[in-house]
């Protein structure tokens, strides 16, 4: 039985807590009308309220709801009782959100909290946070609950559009970095299997040139087009394409079927971007370079995903740009270990790593040991010996030759001042190559002084070794460079002449004394009957041009003794290569002098045992003098099976 007061509606025994002590008996009992006129207000709170709210009973169907509920749903309040109310706001048929319901209708749960999407009755979806509490008595005891439904559908729509402007490049409206690292992580963090992954990662060439030339808009706008052209070649497959930042794009391929459609990919992208661009009148033409990595998931990070494409895509653009390149692991192996070595360089000098060996530069004349060049090695701990085409352009970009030049300066000058005291007679000069970078960075000049000061070195016995292309052309510092070292007596020599800019009158201007020619001149002389005239030829004009200049010249890469004599023929005045020896420690270039030592002071006394005979027995015919050849038979060998030296 319901009470009905003149103060608001009826209000039950289960509405709310009683305000006077009295019991309650079976006969019903009159409500004061203070407590008759708070429930009547709270029911009016409740009525009126601009949040959703209904009242569940113990089965979750709905007891009583407010108007803002009702319109939530699109209904009106009396039509909603005993509905039930797990099914109005979405969660009847989540299984999940089901239990937590019944967990809390049953008192076994202090509340649900959670953000469903549900179909209003005129067919549009709504987004709500939904609230389930129980409400209890004044013995804890669960009554029923009060569902509370708060409207979220515009928030989650600004929410949605934000979190597009977040993920997107306002330029061409792709996915941008954050969305696609985003993708990127999920494809990987899919439970491993066969699953594969293809990237093509591309960069435009000469991007920069049309920002300069046309300006900021028309370079927006042809990002916006090539952005359009990228999402033409992947609607097919669906394919994510996504702008990284400038003019750098990516093309995720996910569960990729192997390199040839990632491959395929490319070549399409390439032949896409190779039509011509009409934007603001202009027509633009403009290629693209590609890094294209394809392997499984399993085992790979974004990380090493993303260094491998970029690695790539560096490939793709010095080997010519306007082409794809695939990821090779070897190549990558070289790359990771010319990073190591960079990284390492600088401290190796210190730690000592460094060594020299000598290789002979020999008269072709006599057979003489005339000089010796100067070549570092790298005992690297890890990779072990190292030549110097491995590391000394490695040092040259990171500025390491300058304390690495230095100290192979003063290494050499030091050997050879040992050479020159132990066989002052059989003096050699040593020279030693110096990168242009040696002559910008440091004072060359003064080190050099310093070191010869220090060695006690005669400067006639150094060799500065200049390529031919660091050379031609030098002004300013570097020239007046060469003249100081030349006034002090240093010998210059440009190496591996014939292979730059090979400016004979320019050279007549610099204060150079020797040529050493580049041994691909000298592999044309490799046999008799096969000769190379054109090599022939022209090393014959360079070594008689250079003579008229008064310099001296040293064929490298001598490998024959056919080759040595042709060389000798045409007029070259030393040769170098391994007919006479391999590059070798300095305590092996002393044993050739030592040992060359001991040939001389064998034949002075073979000359002075016949010149003594002769005089003791005049009546004798005279022998015969030794020739040239006998006599070098009578030196040291450099090398097995090679012409002897003495």
């Not at 959703?52 to 009583?64: I, K, T």
């Not at 934000?162 to 409206?173: A, E, F, I, K, N």
């Not at 027995?617 to 006998?630: F, K, L, N, V």
Request: net charge negative; aromatic share 6%; glycine share 8%.
């Amino acid at each position: 039985m319901r009470e009905r007061s003149d103060d608001g509606p009826g209000v039950g025994p289960d509405d709310g807590p009683s305000a006077t002590a009295a019991p309650v008996t079976e006969r019903h009992v009159p409500v004061p009308v203070p407590a008759r006129t708070d429930l009547w207000r709270y029911r009016a709170v409740f009525t009126e309220a601009g949040a959703a709210m209904a009242l569940a009973d113990l089965d979750g169907r709905v007891l009583q709801a407010n108007r803002a509920f009702a319109a939530l749903v699109g209904s009106e309040p009396e039509r909603l009782a005993s509905r039930p109310a797990a099914d109005l706001v979405g969660l009847g048929d989540d299984p999940v959100s089901r239990t937590a319901w019944t967990e809390v209708l049953r008192g076994h749960r202090d509340r649900l909290q959670c953000t469903r999407r549900f179909k209003h009755l005129d067919g549009r979806q709504v987004w709500a946070e939904i609230t389930l509490s129980p409400v209890r008595d004044e013995a804890g005891h669960a009554r029923c609950a009060l569902l509370a439904v708060e409207d979220v559908t515009e928030r989650r729509t600004l929410q949605r559009r934000l979190r597009h402007l977040q993920l997107h490049d306002p330029v061409t409206r792709l996915p941008n970095r954050t969305l696609f690292f985003e993708r990127l992580a999920a494809v990987l963090a899919e439970e491993p299997g066969s699953t594969r992954i293809g990237l093509c990662y591309l960069d435009l060439d000469g991007f920069k040139a049309v920002n300069d030339t046309l300006g900021h808009r028309v370079g927006d706008r042809l990002l916006a087009a090539v952005g359009r052209r990228l999402t033409a070649c992947t609607e097919r497959d669906g394919h994510l394409v996504a702008r990284l930042g400038g003019d750098e794009f990516a093309l995720l391929v996910e569960d990729s079927s192997g390199t040839e459609q990632a491959a395929r990919l490319a070549e399409e992208v390439l032949a896409a971007l190779q039509r011509p661009f009409d934007l603001a009148g202009q027509r633009i033409a403009v290629s693209a370079s590609i890094g294209v990595v394809e392997r499984p998931t399993a085992g790979t990070s974004a990380t090493s995903l993303m260094q491998a494409a970029d690695t790539t895509l560096y490939w793709a653009k010095a080997d010519g740009k306007a082409r794809w390149t695939l990821f090779d692991p070897e190549r990558n192996a070289h790359r990771v270990t010319r990073q190591e070595l960079s990284r390492t360089l600088r401290s190796a000098v210190d730690r000592g790593e460094f060594a020299v060996e000598y290789q002979p530069l020999v008269g072709l004349g006599d057979a003489r040991m005339r000089g010796v060049e100067a070549l570092v090695r790298w005992r690297h701990p890890q990779f072990g010996t190292l030549s110097p085409d491995r590391f000394v352009g490695l040092a040259e970009e990171n500025g390491a030759i300058v304390p690495l030049g230095r100290w192979v300066l003063a290494e050499s000058c030091r050997r050879a001042r040992e050479w020159y005291d132990a066989h002052p007679q059989r003096a050699v000069f040593v020279s030693v190559n110096v990168a242009v970078r040696q002559v910008w960075d440091s004072d060359l000049v003064a080190d050099t002084a310093a070191i010869l000061e220090e060695t006690g070195l005669p400067p006639h016995l150094l060799q500065l070794e200049l390529t031919e292309s660091a050379v031609m052309g030098s002004a300013g510092r570097p020239l007046q460079a060469l003249h100081a070292l030349s006034e002090m007596g240093v010998r210059i020599a440009i190496d591996d002449f014939g292979t730059g800019y090979s400016n004979l009158a320019y050279l007549s201007r610099l204060p150079v004394s020797a040529l050493k020619l580049d041994g691909s001149f000298v592999q044309g002389f490799k046999a008799a009957e096969h000769p190379n005239p054109a090599d022939e030829t022209i090393v014959t004009a360079l070594v008689r041009l250079a003579h008229d200049l008064g310099l001296t010249v040293t064929a490298e890469c001598v490998e024959t003794g056919e080759q040595a004599e042709r060389l000798h023929a045409i007029g070259c005045d030393t040769g170098q290569g391994w007919f006479y020896a391999r590059p070798a420690p300095a305590a092996r270039i002393r044993e050739l002098l030592d040992e060359a030592a001991a040939a001389d002071r064998a034949r002075a006394a073979a000359d002075g045992a016949t010149a003594a005979d002769r005089a003791a027995a005049p009546d004798r015919t005279a022998a015969p003098g030794r020739s040239a050849a006998s006599g070098r038979a009578a030196g040291v060998s450099l090398a097995t099976g090679a012409q002897p030296m003495p």
